[in-house]
């Protein structure tokens, strides 16, 4: 199953992440495998998801900017 998140930009700005944690413990008794695709970098979008998680795998490209925004991850 695949729930996409909205696209449009006042969708974003309206969106409460901390509901996240709810959604994950919903489908966590569906589903065996979660995968959360989030923000790069360290902020509250980010956080939340990475909170709910029992594992987590930063994936990122290797232009030196991008590895040192995943490191702070």
């Known amino acids: 199953m695949l729930l996409p998140g909205a696209s449009e930009l006042d969708a974003?700005?309206?969106?409460?992440?901390?509901?996240?944690?709810?959604?994950?413990?919903v489908l966590a008794?569906?589903?065996?495998?979660?995968v959360l695709d989030t923000a790069?970098?360290?902020s509250r979008?980010?956080?939340i998801p990475?909170?709910?998680a029992d594992e987590t795998i930063v994936?990122?490209?290797p232009d030196r900017a991008a590895v040192?925004?995943?490191k702070k991850t």
């Open 12 to 25: 974003f700005a309206a969106a409460d992440p901390s509901g996240i944690t709810e959604v994950v413990d």
């Open 29 to 34: 008794g569906r589903y065996d495998v979660i």
């Open 40 to 42: 790069s970098g360290v």
């Open 45 to 47: 979008e980010s956080a």
């Open 50 to 52: 990475i909170e709910a």
């Open 59 to 61: 994936m990122t490209t």
């Open 68 to 70: 040192l925004d995943a």
